[in-house]
Nanobody, 123 residues
């Protein structure tokens, strides 16, 4: 499956963005989907995942970020609200057909990755 992330940009602190990740080349509904982010000089970190009908979030983000998917459009979304400067990062979407739920936050658990979209939050 190929993944194409979009929707990043520059936003002021307190603002919102919605990222999209369009999938092609596979049966989208068969894939668990995830979002990760990587800030400059930092490791890639888990943001959210959607497996089956269940959503999962990094504890620190669950009150502001929402993952959703539209299987008819082969797209997964990440709605980000109340953005902070520390949310500045490249955001990546990821997919896997055999994601182990307990390993959902491990980027090594995902076999397919999009190219990333940059989110910059200004103070």
């Amino acid at each position: 499956v190929q993944l194409q992330a979009s929707g990043g940009g520059l936003v002021q602190a307190g603002g919102s963005l919605r990222l999209s990740c369009a999938a092609s080349g596979g049966t989208f509904s068969n894939y668990a989907m995830g979002w990760f982010r990587q800030a400059p000089g930092k490791e890639r970190e888990f943001v959210a995942a959607f497996k089956g009908g269940t959503t999962y979030y990094a504890d620190s983000l669950k009150d502001r970020f929402t993952i959703s998917r539209n299987n008819a459009k082969n797209t997964v979304y990440l709605q980000m609200n109340s953005l902070k400067p520390e949310d500045t990062a490249v955001y990546y979407c990821a997919a896997d057909r055999s994601l182990i739920t307990s390993a959902r936050a491990d980027y090594g658990s995902y076999g397919y990755w999009g190219q990333g979209t940059l989110v910059t939050v200004s103070s």
